[in-house]
């Protein structure tokens, strides 16, 4: 089983995120921003990954520090529950609908860290979630993964649709980036023979 536990503790945030990459989409998500709960459980479903979280912090200041440091934990729990990565299929894409929206994500699991994001959102909040600061969950995400990370919003009418399809997309594509390639023999996915 391929899982791992990672607790933040800050002064602005006190985060525990336990991660199982072979689950079943099993999740439990507990912080103060609904509208983070909704995408981490959306993530969890469609990746099927065993997700709990408990995420706390300064509200109170803004929400920029929990996002940021949930996306740092969440990163971090893949990147050791991944371990050595030998065998896995490392890249993937994939392009999800919803509804008006359609979104593309694409990932290198290569323990070289690179975000890309083309977005646009039509408000500043959508429900009790800042807007801005998905970016900086996907910043915190994706260095600590040690990923190159690309999202494409293509088009769409509804902020909610388009962020809840990022969230589906980045599922999909993690979830198979993740998979074990048989073929591959336990090797390292890579003509440099690791992944760093």
């Not at 979280?53 to 996002?67: C, E, L, P, S, W």
Request: hydrophobic share 40%; proline share 1%.
């Amino acid at each position: 089983m391929r899982t791992a536990t990672i607790e933040r503790k800050t002064k602005e945030t006190n985060i525990k995120i336990k991660v199982n990459i072979d689950g079943r989409g099993k999740c439990k998500i507990v912080s103060d921003i609904g509208f983070l709960n909704h995408m981490l459980e959306t993530l969890a479903r469609h990746g099927l990954f065993d997700v709990e979280a408990r995420v706390t912090g300064d509200i109170n200041v803004d929400q920029h520090h929990i996002v940021e440091d949930s996306g740092i934990a969440l990163g971090g729990a893949f990147k050791k529950a991944l371990g050595d990565k030998k065998g896995i299929k490392r890249i993937s894409f994939s392009i999800c609908p919803m509804d008006d929206a359609l979104v593309m994500v694409a990932i290198d699991l290569s323990g070289r860290y690179y975000l890309r994001m083309e977005t646009k959102f039509k408000g500043k909040r959508l429900g009790d979630f800042q807007t801005e600061t998905l970016e900086d969950f996907f910043q915190g995400f994706a260095s600590n993964l040690g990923a190159a990370l690309h999202i494409l919003v293509i088009y769409g009418r509804s902020d909610h649709h388009k962020i809840e399809a990022i969230f589906k997309a980045l599922a999909k594509a993690l979830k198979d980036a993740c998979e074990i390639e048989k073929r591959l023999k336990g090797k390292i996915p890579s003509t440099k023979g690791i992944l760093v």
